[in-house]
């Protein structure tokens, strides 16, 4: 077994540095993209960088680390965090190698360095969860805008507006960096649609969003054969599954529908049971298992004689119907749809304001919802079975619709469905009040992912830093709504006011901790807008000068997320720097159990290793690294 | 950097000029060592937990399990460049520190001759444009290698012409470092590969 690594702050360096080098050639609106191949021939452009970072087959335990922080913090942005992590990591370097920790003894220089790193990033931390949000709201929000949630398109904006602010502007620079400006119009226009009917009269915005977001997998459908712009919107909602039963012949509307849960015919045997068939003492002749599927079958007669009464025709189930229900249900003229995906019907009970039945003999007529349709639609390869809802007081009032996304291939309608469920998160971080953002992020991540070991993550992370954090709320919080224009913009501007505010520090009171703080957070943070003008240093330096003027037009980006960005970059430096010691461990793996909670296209595949880039298929024993957090 | 590793309280003191370019050159060749792993990575090559032993990079594995290290595979090595036993570059150099040495007291740029054995290569200071200078060093520098077969006297005339050799390259190391022009320069470093080359062959001829 290797031997313990001891870390030092050149291995978190190197590391760090490669996922950098992987990620810049791909960042910034001129960036290129990575051709993903398989070994079955399938190929996939992406430019997204959690798609990148997450194709990648790191066993360093430290690049996983980052990995998985990133994919957990926003819904975009990955490039920028590993760039910020990259530059921040390189200059707490730079100066724990200038200043060694002197009030500790070490037993080497590394030690004092690694020692002093942590100090700084602790600081840095504190720093950024004291003050960040007050530098943000006077140093850079008065360069933006505020986008107001009723506003989606720039059409409803009086023309007055010289900024033309409005929610698809936004989403079309989201689009934009993943997509390129062939679609992202299009798209755009169609998430903003998606959006103003999915808004609950009443409710906060953020409510909305929560909403799509929860169920976007139930809200869309992807198809793949088909252009881009084949891509539409259907009233109600579409359940992915075919009917078992043929279809209902004639369209008598409404149609009336109930939800089972269980199968209509009940398991009263199990494999190991014994029946005793007999008639209570008396011996009668021919008394054989035949008689008893005979009388179960007519208890099974019985339940949907009395369904028919109620004058259900369809029957939508969770689980799979034996035989015998859907020859029954056949015979009555009703049709029967199996395997409804648990989100999928708890959208539908949501929707239609009805309560599944659980237990078969009891049938009774709030079970039953009233459709106004419910019918087989093609889409693409595959026939479902779309549903619309009766206008009721008691529902909630939204007119439900669902996304049909179109692509070529297969992977570009999983990327595009992506593309959306992420602009839905990011404009949902747009939306959400400040300060509580901060201390339910957590709950939030605890929602929108499954996997255990990310949920005590994130936990921990949080109960430390609130733990650490010397005023854990915030008095200043900033306005929901809240945009700045694109392109480095935010980064330049609180780099301004971070300098800014080190040299008022110096000046009122020699607090040199916090001056230096705020400069290395400054320096770290102009490193963006450079890699993103990279190519032309000179478009750089105008930018620096229309920023200031407020004349930048090249799309919008949202403050908060960009607040929330920061933060995770800090806490995932400090977690990277408390890191002491690498500890080599055997287990042996089936699928990639250790990679982070990926989209359904990927949990499908689980022999095959997830990702594009020519792999192999791993099923031995692997040595599984954990990294050891040193406590202080 | 005094970096001795004990308990006592260290003054850091501001690196010298040398000491800049090799931390220059070390951030360099860092950065040129993540690019290529990013490359490798890109490619579907898997990054180990386990460091190399020899330089302490990261370890890839390429998919018929082998492993490999970018910077001792294919970046040339950084310590090697010193070894005077590897490099004739530094077995010159090393020659040419300990001429400096045993010769009355040198001008002022000797010390940073001695300092940075390692960056001799690279210093691209600006130059004054003397180009008929130039050439008439160019072609002193140039001296007639005395013929291979001719016995003890030789050796005297073998020494005579390095230390020709040798003035001339100090004085273009000089000019070199006070020059303002690009062409002067590149003549000027032409000069000094012309002399060490000259050097490497009196050196062999007198083995």
Same mark, same amino acid.
């Given at each position: 077994?290797?031997?313990?690594?001891?870390?030092?702050?050149?291995?978190?360096?190197?590391? $760090?540095?490669?996922?950098?080098? $992987?990620?810049?050639? %791909?960042?910034?609106?001129?960036?290129?993209?990575?051709?993903?191949?398989?070994?079955?021939?399938?190929?996939?452009?992406?430019?997204?960088? &959690?798609?990148?970072?997450?194709?990648?087959?790191?066993?360093?335990?430290?690049?996983?680390?980052?990995?998985?922080?990133?994919?957990?913090? &926003?819904?975009?942005?990955?490039? !920028?965090?590993?760039?910020?992590?990259?530059?921040?990591?390189?200059? /707490?370097?730079?100066?724990?190698?200038?200043?060694?920790?002197? %009030?500790?003894?070490?037993?080497?220089?590394?030690?004092?360095?690694?020692?002093?790193?942590?100090?700084?990033?602790?600081?840095?931390?504190?720093? =950024?969860?004291?003050?960040?949000?007050?530098?943000?709201?006077?140093?850079?929000?008065?360069?933006?805008?505020?986008?107001?949630?009723?506003?989606?398109?720039?059409?409803?904006?009086?023309?007055?507006?010289?900024?033309?602010?409005?929610?698809?502007?936004?989403?079309?620079?989201?689009?934009?960096?993943?997509?390129?400006?062939?679609?992202?119009?299009?798209?755009?226009?169609?998430?903003?649609?998606?959006?103003?009917?999915?808004?609950?009269?009443?409710?906060?915005?953020?409510?909305?969003?929560?909403?799509?977001?929860?169920?976007?997998?139930?809200?869309?459908?992807?198809?793949?054969?088909?252009?881009?712009?084949?891509?539409?919107?259907?009233?109600?909602?579409?359940?992915?599954? #075919?009917?078992?039963?043929?279809?209902?012949?004639?369209?008598?509307?409404?149609?009336?529908?109930?939800?089972?849960?269980?199968?209509?015919?009940?398991?009263?045997?199990?494999?190991? #049971?014994?029946?005793?068939?007999?008639?209570?003492?008396?011996?009668?002749?021919?008394?054989?298992?035949?008689?008893?599927?005979?009388?179960?079958?007519?208890?099974?007669?019985?339940?949907?004689?009395?369904?028919?009464?109620?004058? $259900?025709?369809?029957?939508?189930?969770?689980?799979?119907?034996?035989?015998?229900?859907?020859?029954?249900?056949?015979?009555?003229?009703?049709?029967?749809?199996?395997?409804?995906?648990?989100?999928?019907?708890?959208?539908? $009970?949501?929707?239609?304001?009805?309560?599944? /039945?659980?237990?078969?003999?009891?049938?009774?007529?709030?079970?039953?919802?009233?459709?106004?349709?419910?019918?087989?639609?093609?889409?693409?390869?595959?026939?479902?079975?779309?549903?619309?809802?009766?206008?009721?007081?008691?529902?909630? !009032?939204?007119?439900?619709?669902?996304?049909?996304?179109?692509?070529?291939?297969?992977?570009?309608?999983?990327?595009?469905?992506?593309?959306?469920?992420?602009?839905?998160?990011?404009?949902?971080?747009?939306?959400?009040?400040?300060?509580?953002?901060?201390?339910?992020?957590?709950?939030?991540?605890?929602?929108?992912?499954?996997?255990?070991?990310?949920?005590?993550?994130?936990?921990?992370?949080? !109960?430390?830093?609130?733990?650490?954090?010397?005023?854990?709320?915030?008095?200043?919080?900033?306005?929901?709504?809240?945009?700045?224009?694109?392109?480095?913009?935010?980064?330049?501007?609180?780099?301004?006011?971070?300098?800014?505010?080190?040299?008022?520090?110096?000046?009122?009171?020699?607090?040199? /901790?916090?001056?230096?703080?705020?400069?290395?957070?400054?320096?770290?943070?102009?490193?963006?807008?450079?890699?993103?003008?990279?190519?032309?240093?000179?478009?750089?330096?105008?930018?620096?000068?229309?920023?200031?003027?407020?004349?930048?037009?090249?799309?919008?980006? %949202?403050?908060?997320?960009?607040?929330?960005?920061?933060? =995770?970059?800090?806490?995932?430096?400090? %977690?990277?720097?408390?890191?002491? &010691?690498?500890?080599? &461990?055997?287990?042996?793996?089936?699928?990639?159990?250790?990679?982070?909670?990926?989209?359904?296209?990927?949990?499908?595949?689980?022999?095959?290793?997830?990702?594009?880039?020519?792999?192999?298929?791993?099923?031995?024993?692997?040595?599984?690294?954990?990294?050891?957090?040193?406590?202080? | 950097?005094?970096?001795?590793?004990?308990?006592?309280?260290?003054?850091?003191?501001?690196?010298?000029?040398?000491?800049?370019?090799?931390?220059?050159?070390?951030?360099?060749?860092?950065?040129?060592?993540?690019?290529?792993?990013?490359?490798?990575?890109?490619?579907?090559?898997?990054?180990?937990?386990?460091?190399?032993?020899?330089?302490?990079?990261?370890?890839?594995?390429?998919?018929?399990?082998?492993?490999?290290?970018?910077?001792?595979?294919?970046?040339?090595?950084?310590?090697?460049?010193?070894?005077?036993?590897?490099?004739?570059?530094?077995?010159?150099?090393?020659?040419?520190?300990?001429?400096?040495?045993?010769?009355?007291?040198?001008?002022?740029?000797?010390?940073?001759?001695?300092?940075?054995?390692?960056?001799?290569?690279?210093?691209?200071?600006?130059?004054?444009?003397?180009?008929?200078?130039?050439?008439?060093?160019?072609?002193?520098?140039?001296?007639?290698?005395?013929?291979?077969?001719?016995?003890?006297?030789?050796?005297?005339?073998?020494?005579?012409?390095?230390?020709?050799?040798?003035?001339?390259?100090?004085?273009?190391?000089?000019?070199?470092?006070?020059?303002?022009?690009?062409?002067?320069?590149?003549?000027?470093?032409?000069?000094?590969?012309?002399?060490?080359?000259?050097?490497?062959?009196?050196?062999?001829?007198?083995?």
């Amino acid at each position: 077994m290797p031997p313990l690594e001891h870390l030092h702050m050149k291995n978190v360096l190197q590391t $760090v540095g490669v996922l950098e080098a $992987v990620i810049l050639r %791909s960042f910034g609106p001129e960036g290129g993209q990575v051709l993903f191949t398989r070994d079955t021939g399938q190929a996939m452009l992406s430019r997204s960088g &959690t798609r990148i970072l997450t194709a990648l087959q790191l066993e360093h335990p430290l690049a996983r680390l980052c990995v998985w922080k990133h994919s957990t913090a &926003t819904g975009d942005g990955s490039k !920028t965090f590993i760039l910020l992590l990259a530059s921040l990591l390189r200059l /707490i370097h730079a100066a724990a190698s200038k200043e060694p920790n002197v %009030s500790h003894s070490y037993n080497s220089t590394k030690a004092a360095e690694a020692a002093t790193a942590r100090h700084l990033a602790d600081k840095l931390l504190a720093f =950024a969860l004291k003050e960040l949000d007050e530098l943000i709201a006077t140093g850079v929000v008065p360069y933006g805008g505020r986008i107001s949630w009723e506003d989606f398109t720039a059409t409803a904006q009086s023309p007055s507006l010289a900024n033309n602010l409005c929610v698809q502007k936004l989403l079309r620079s989201f689009f934009h960096t993943r997509f390129g400006y062939t679609h992202c119009d299009f798209i755009s226009h169609l998430a903003c649609e998606l959006l103003s009917y999915w808004k609950f009269k009443n409710e906060l915005p953020s409510f909305s969003l929560q909403f799509v977001s929860d169920n976007f997998p139930a809200l869309h459908t992807p198809v793949s054969g088909f252009p881009v712009c084949a891509s539409r919107l259907i009233d109600g909602q579409v359940i992915h599954r #075919d009917f078992a039963t043929p279809p209902l012949k004639t369209d008598h509307q409404p149609v009336k529908a109930v939800v089972l849960t269980r199968s209509l015919q009940p398991t009263l045997l199990n494999t190991g #049971d014994v029946l005793e068939v007999g008639c209570g003492g008396r011996m009668m002749e021919e008394r054989s298992i035949v008689h008893f599927s005979a009388w179960m079958e007519r208890s099974l007669q019985g339940i949907i004689a009395n369904l028919q009464t109620l004058g $259900v025709c369809v029957l939508l189930s969770a689980v799979k119907q034996s035989a015998a229900v859907l020859a029954l249900a056949t015979q009555a003229e009703m049709c029967v749809v199996e395997c409804v995906s648990e989100d999928e019907l708890s959208l539908f $009970v949501r929707l239609s304001g009805t309560i599944p /039945i659980w237990d078969c003999s009891m049938i009774e007529p709030e079970h039953v919802v009233t459709l106004t349709f419910c019918r087989p639609i093609q889409l693409g390869g595959h026939r479902y079975v779309h549903v619309a809802f009766q206008d009721s007081e008691e529902r909630i !009032t939204v007119k439900p619709c669902s996304l049909v996304i179109c692509a070529p291939g297969e992977g570009q309608t999983e990327q595009y469905a992506c593309a959306l469920q992420d602009a839905v998160r990011m404009l949902l971080r747009t939306w959400e009040p400040m300060h509580a953002a901060v201390t339910t992020t957590s709950k939030r991540t605890l929602q929108s992912h499954k996997s255990s070991s990310l949920h005590t993550d994130n936990l921990t992370d949080r !109960t430390t830093y609130r733990s650490s954090a010397i005023q854990p709320i915030h008095k200043c919080v900033l306005e929901p709504g809240c945009v700045i224009s694109a392109g480095g913009s935010f980064e330049l501007l609180l780099h301004y006011a971070l300098l800014q505010h080190g040299h008022s520090c110096s000046v009122s009171h020699d607090l040199n /901790i916090d001056t230096s703080v705020s400069q290395l957070l400054a320096n770290a943070l102009l490193s963006v807008p450079q890699k993103i003008y990279a190519h032309s240093p000179r478009h750089f330096l105008e930018t620096q000068s229309k920023v200031i003027n407020s004349e930048l037009d090249l799309g919008l980006e %949202s403050v908060s997320c960009k607040y929330q960005l920061l933060l =995770a970059v800090l806490q995932c430096v400090r %977690s990277l720097l408390k890191v002491d &010691t690498v500890l080599p &461990t055997h287990i042996a793996l089936h699928t990639q159990s250790s990679r982070p909670a990926s989209t359904s296209w990927e949990d499908t595949e689980d022999e095959l290793l997830s990702g594009y880039i020519h792999l192999h298929t791993h099923t031995h024993t692997h040595i599984v690294y954990h990294a050891i957090y040193k406590e202080e | 950097m005094a970096l001795n590793g004990d308990e006592e309280d260290f003054e850091w003191e501001p690196p010298t000029e040398a000491e800049m370019k090799v931390i220059q050159a070390r951030r360099e060749r860092q950065d040129k060592i993540s690019k290529l792993m990013g490359d490798y990575l890109l490619k579907g090559y898997k990054m180990l937990g386990e460091c190399c032993e020899v330089c302490g990079t990261i370890l890839l594995q390429d998919r018929q399990q082998k492993n490999y290290c970018v910077s001792c595979q294919e970046l040339d090595s950084d310590i090697d460049k010193d070894n005077p036993a590897l490099n004739p570059q530094a077995a010159l150099s090393q020659v040419r520190e300990r001429q400096l040495a045993s010769q009355s007291p040198a001008p002022s740029h000797t010390p940073e001759l001695n300092e940075s054995p390692s960056s001799s290569q690279g210093n691209m200071s600006v130059p004054q444009p003397r180009p008929e200078h130039c050439e008439g060093a160019a072609a002193g520098g140039r001296t007639p290698l005395p013929p291979p077969a001719v016995p003890s006297p030789s050796r005297l005339v073998l020494q005579e012409a390095e230390e020709a050799v040798l003035t001339k390259l100090r004085w273009a190391t000089n000019q070199l470092q006070s020059s303002a022009s690009l062409e002067a320069s590149i003549q000027l470093c032409s000069l000094i590969t012309s002399c060490a080359n000259s050097l490497r062959s009196l050196k062999e001829v007198s083995q």
